[in-house]
Nanobody, 122 residues
Framework: QVQLVESGGGLVQAGGSLRLSCAAS????????MGWFRQAPGKERKFVAA????????YYSDSVKGRFTISRDNAKNTVYLQMNSLKPEDTAVYYC???????????????WGQGTQVTVSS
């Protein structure tokens, strides 16, 4: 089992920044990569960004490319999502997720955090 705890969400004005953190614990040796997803009210959960633990390869959705940066600290088993130039449409609950051997950045992701709310006001 891998436990994931997100933090760093909050309320910010459009154009502002936030940094989300996701701390992993438990059987983390089985995790090969992490992803951030978001779910807006009444909408499906969508991919935001992903990173591999080993070489740090990163992937982004088109909607956040150039504004968001995913990074990791292997020593702390923590992944970050730096969000800049935030827009009201970025408002959502943000989830981090872990994937195991045999998966790709597309998935499947088999462990999920509880989510953290990000609200961007106009």
């Amino acid at each position: 089992q891998v436990q994931l705890v997100e933090s760093g969400g909050g309320l910010v004005q459009a154009g502002g920044s936030l940094r989300l953190s996701c701390a992993a614990s438990g059987r983390t040796f089985g995790s090969v990569g992490m992803g951030w997803f978001r779910q807006a009210p009444g909408k499906e959960r969508k991919f935001v960004a992903a990173i591999s633990w080993s070489v740090g390869s990163t992937y982004y959705s088109d909607s956040v490319k150039g504004r968001f940066t995913i990074s990791r600290d292997n020593a702390k088993n923590t992944v970050y999502l730096q969000m800049n130039s935030l827009k009201p449409e970025d408002t959502a609950v943000y989830y981090c997720a872990s994937r195991s051997y045999g998966s790709t950045w597309l998935g499947p992701y088999n462990y999920w955090g509880q989510g953290t709310q990000v609200t961007v006001s106009s």
